[in-house]
């Protein structure tokens, strides 16, 4: 008997149906997968948290069988700034100087270069800082090591002898020469950064040397370069375990904590960053490594006060790589300690750094020397090339627009800072020098509007808070000068220009008690100011030489208490709040 023909609806059907069921299968599988993961991953977590906790009760074994001979350790609490809010902006501020540059700084008080000229925008000055807020560096520099507080019997430097009941597995860890001549192969530095040759060697070591690290007797300092290499290769947890055995054995983990605190900057967690540079400033007993990874982090926050007071002086950075001291010189630059500058950029070397980027750095301070001693034509051959192998650097390119206003190429200045600012309209220096140029050139209106764009950039940016003190001052408004000019002297109380404005805006109000005050605080940053006060008519008029003789041999301590942080009004005397 004939079977009817099957409708094509019902073959339809039934393919949808397949299709269906075999979709239900696909994400079925799917999911299986994940939850399997989901699993694996759980139980690997769990794992790592049971090997820490393994390697903390060995560590704290080790601890009470040596308590009875292990001497306590203690340093002196080290001062350092508040850290402050964090702030989005990556960069900080730009505090620049001129040719006049003042001596470099001693170990209480630091040179600042500014203009005199009260009714021009002057070129942003060099406002060093006085390091008495400054912990003491070390003389080991970038090598520094302490003993920190509750560090084990091994922080002595001594190798630590394993248990009585260890395994023969001591006798199958490594010598300490051999390991570092591993992490001699595994990792390299090109005077900047680390890398890792080969990862998948690297963890395999790495897991090797784990398994004997406890029965070892490796010195500090390899358990150091062990905690690096884990933290190239991601392993947060191996990398915590080799750097508490190196901090027991009395070494700091220079390297680690430079990599640590410069990684987690570059990531934006100042908050992290800040707390690795302050546990290696404990470490290290304030080491300058510590106090420049501290300066960089204040920087990163726009706190150019804070960083100034701690930054290293060139004598301290013996020990600094070449990396190192170029970023130290690039500190300078962003809190305008030229005079300080000139001295490092005398200890880089001078031959081509094997890594090119660094020979950009190099050439760019010094650059930024030569140009705040009037050789600007050097200056911009230099920058020239700087420009050319690292464009879209905001530092690099506001200078070169410097250097070409410097040697008098306006009309080149004003076209290279225009392109600057266009392409980059958050870079605050580039605004600030092409506001230089308007001003130079009579245009105060573009000048205004250009350091107000600075300020857009960077409401911290000091110079431009300076710029417009200066221009108001220029036009009579002394109330908005001295509104602008007390809130640069707020963000960078060691700038010396901004009080000597101050001093000339109280001396135009006919304010001698208020022009007294600011005078000290000036001849307390820098006593050199005294010439500059004498060539100014209105302060000549209201004080003698010997008068300014005797502020500037005032007691410096109650000079710089009475450094302000509002604005008088300029017509009642009345005190008005800084913006």
Wanted: charged letters at 20%; aromatic letters at 4%; one cysteine or more.
């Amino acid at each position: 008997m004939p079977q009817p023909a099957r409708s094509p609806d019902a073959v339809e059907r039934l393919y949808v149906y397949t299709l269906v069921v075999a979709l239900l299968l696909v994400l079925l599988v799917v999911l299986l997968a994940f939850i399997a993961r989901g699993q694996f991953v759980q139980q690997r977590d769990a794992l790592e948290r049971l090997t820490q906790r393994v390697y903390e009760l060995e560590a704290a074994q080790d601890q009470v069988g040596a308590r009875d001979t292990r001497p306590p350790a203690t340093r002196p609490a080290a001062t350092r700034p508040a850290a402050g809010a964090n702030a989005a902006s990556p960069a900080g501020p730009l505090a620049t100087g001129n040719s006049n540059s003042a001596a470099p700084r001693t170990s209480s008080t630091a040179a600042t270069a500014g203009n005199a000229n009260a009714s021009t925008v002057s070129s942003p000055p060099a406002a060093s800082n006085a390091n008495a807020a400054r912990p003491a560096p070390t003389p080991s520099g970038s090598a520094g090591s302490g003993d920190p507080a509750g560090a084990s019997s091994a922080a002595t430097g001594a190798p630590r002898t394993p248990d009585s009941g260890a395994t023969a597995d001591a006798a199958e860890a490594p010598s300490d020469a051999v390991v570092a001549a591993l992490l001699d192969r595994l990792m390299a530095s090109d005077g900047e950064s680390w890398t890792v040759r080969d990862s998948d060697a690297g963890r395999r070591e790495l897991a090797r040397l784990r398994a004997v690290a406890r029965e070892a007797s490796w010195s500090g300092a390899t358990y150091a370069r062990l905690a690096l290499l884990a933290r190239l290769l991601g392993s947060e947890l191996d990398a915590g375990l080799m750097l508490t055995r190196a901090l027991e054995r009395g070494d700091a983990a220079p390297d680690f904590f430079d990599h640590l605190v410069r990684e987690r900057l570059a990531a934006g967690a100042i908050g992290e960053a800040l707390a690795a540079a302050e546990r290696f400033a404990d470490a290290s007993d304030d080491s300058p490594l510590a106090m420049l990874l501290l300066a960089e982090i204040f920087l990163a926050q726009e706190n150019v006060a804070a960083a100034a007071d701690v930054t290293p002086a060139p004598a301290d950075a013996v020990r600094f790589t070449t990396g190192q001291r170029l970023r130290l010189g690039r500190a300078y630059v962003l809190t305008g300690q030229m005079a300080v500058l000139a001295t490092l950029v005398n200890l880089i070397d001078r031959a081509p750094p094997a890594h090119p980027p660094l020979a950009v750095q190099r050439d760019f301070l010094m650059a930024v020397a030569l140009l705040h001693n009037d050789r600007a034509a050097e200056a911009l051959t230099l920058l020239d090339a700087a420009a050319a192998a690292r464009p879209g650097d905001c530092l690099i390119d506001a200078y070169r627009g410097a250097a070409l206003l410097r040697t008098r190429q306006v009309a080149a200045a004003r076209e290279a800072l225009a392109r600057l600012t266009e392409a980059q309209p958050g870079c605050p220096q580039g605004w600030y020098w092409r506001g230089v140029v308007e001003a130079g050139h009579g245009r105060l209106e573009d000048a205004a509007a250009a350091f107000d764009a600075a300020l857009a950039a960077s409401a911290r940016f000091a110079p431009a808070w300076e710029a417009r003190g200066s221009l108001a001052l220029g036009r009579g408004e002394l109330t908005a000068a001295l509104e602008s000019l007390a809130r640069a002297a707020e963000l960078e109380p060691r700038r010396a220009t901004a009080h000597f404005l101050i001093a000339i805006a109280h001396a135009k109000a006919s304010r001698p008690e208020q022009t007294a005050a600011a005078l000290r605080v000036l001849f307390a940053i820098d006593p050199s100011y005294v010439d500059r006060a004498l060539q100014a008519d209105v302060i000549r008029k209201m004080f003698g030489a010997d008068e300014l003789a005797a502020l500037r041999d005032g007691p410096p301590a109650e000079a710089m208490e009475e450094a302000p942080t509002t604005a008088p009004s300029a017509t009642t005397g009345e005190s008005a709040e800084s913006p």
